[in-house]
């Protein structure tokens, strides 16, 4: 019999989670949509593509400088389904309430939750609410699952990274898991850091609009990029090369990492994604994710490479090369 | 500002749950497809129609004779998914579990979640893991969203009853609420309580091959037989009555009842369904259900009529007639 104990770890994101997953998990769930292991699952309905995806959010604190947690559920799965390719269209909420939660807190989060279903234009269709009693659960989680309609020329897929191709991010990495970090800390910086908490399914319709060549889109949460990328590069069986000169970050959080010990490359991010794409497409591709109001500080990072498929390395800006593994440990429970 | 607090009783599927989220959530997220409030959300999508439901489960205990919170989480969303005459064919699931839970019992509830999947004949294809802190949650929490297909001719809501209609139950009410509070007081009954958590998906679909004329499929979880006869019965603007005599239950869950000074009326069921439909059908559409493993107590149990819209009553087995009013005050927390 398992003697072993699920850990803070298990939940990071990183190799545990990973872990967790396919080894058990998969193990039990095991099927071909599930095993493809993408944000969202995909597969044909009624004679069209769709996707479904789901996440459960547990932040603390639930409210944030730049996002809440209501704000965060609906762009998050939003997100996961964009990644995919899909156009979100439906949501469904489901509330676990700890007794005593003020009423006028559930009030804020749902006016928040709406706000962020309207800028995303989805529709939350379907919803259920538990109470349990006090000390049960810490305030208030929500899990919101999600429904969209994939058009038919689109092949997004986490294994879809071929070498040559360039890696994008749409802008600054580390701001959610830092703020998140900082708030429960009491930490105060000069600069008040936010959270990037943000939609991007109009992003990712406006990149598909200029170009057919986008492989893999995934949103760095739990993990950060170094997680993210090295899933990507483990299921395109790829190696891939990073430049951290590269790498677009607000200088109150580059200090606040340096200050606090923490590799932002593990931090998650809310409303940033990672895109893998054809050398050809990447300058226009580039300049359309730019446009966008989430995109300004997008910038090429990094390239797939033929060389140590499944490893992601980072040339320093000093000139070295280290190689950059998933999360070990946890750095933070309850990020998102 | 509003300075009330979420109670127990917001979360009991009665009156509070009710005014919870029509006045406040219903407030906010409004929209045509949400305020049906059925168990799914039903909207049409490439060209065919959907339903889209979500529940978390939060039942303590975790396991309890008869099923556990994986085995619930799977009938619970199948079964909402049936009730609006959808074929359930995908699920997600979402889990939040306390740091230190044991892995032995997190692989007890895969196998048990498989099993009731591949029992309902649905796939799990997209799923999430967060981890929170000890005391944060307690051991385990599980959100299951489901996706089904409505056939064309299917048009069962709420709305739909119609004075004249009889009302069917698949069978005794009761078994899961009185078994979940019974092991949780550590009470001892002679013959053992067990819950009839089932999937009821293809009861429903051997009651749609021998009937066009069923208008309402609701399962009534929290809030029992009472308070969902009371959403139907308001939804569709009729009054109904009930024969107390017809109303099956197992002895020793009404001998429990007694004892613990409880009504049978509003504890929860996980294994059955209340169906309204035309007077003409309800003969072959009882005969069928009692043909299903999960419905041989199947009973015809009250009818719908134009009086008293609204309004449940019960003729009860001295000849008195009593209103049955939507459950008010948590008998109860954390029975799902």
Redesign the interface.
Known sequence: ????????????GGRA?HK??TE??L???S?P??NEMND??T?S????R?A???????V?PIFFPGGDIGELAINGTVNDLAMSGAIP??L?????????????D??KI??S??RA?EEANV???????????K????KI?I?T?G?G?IPDSVDISGKNGKPGDKILISGTIADHGITILTQREGLKFDSPLQSDSAPLNRMVAEMMTVSKQIHVLRDPTRGGVGTTLNEIASQSNVGMILFEEQLPMQEEVSGACELLGLDPLYLANEGKLLAVVSENDAAKILETIQKNKYGKEAAIIGEVVENNPGKVFIKTSIGGTRIVDMLTGEQL??IC
């Open positions: 019999m398992n003697t072993d104990k699920i850990l803070l770890d298990h939940g990071s989670s967790l997953i058990l998990i193990h039990y769930f099927n949509i599930l969202s699952a597969f309905m009624n004679g069209g769709l479904f995806s789901t996440d459960s959010y547990t603390d269209l439906y469904s909420v489901g509330f676990i309430i700890e007794e005593g939660f003020p009423i006028a559930l009030e749902l006016i939750m709406n279903a529709k939350i269709v379907t919803g259920d609410t538990k109470v349990v009693p000390h049960a659960a810490d989680f899990n699952s429904i309609t429970p309850r």
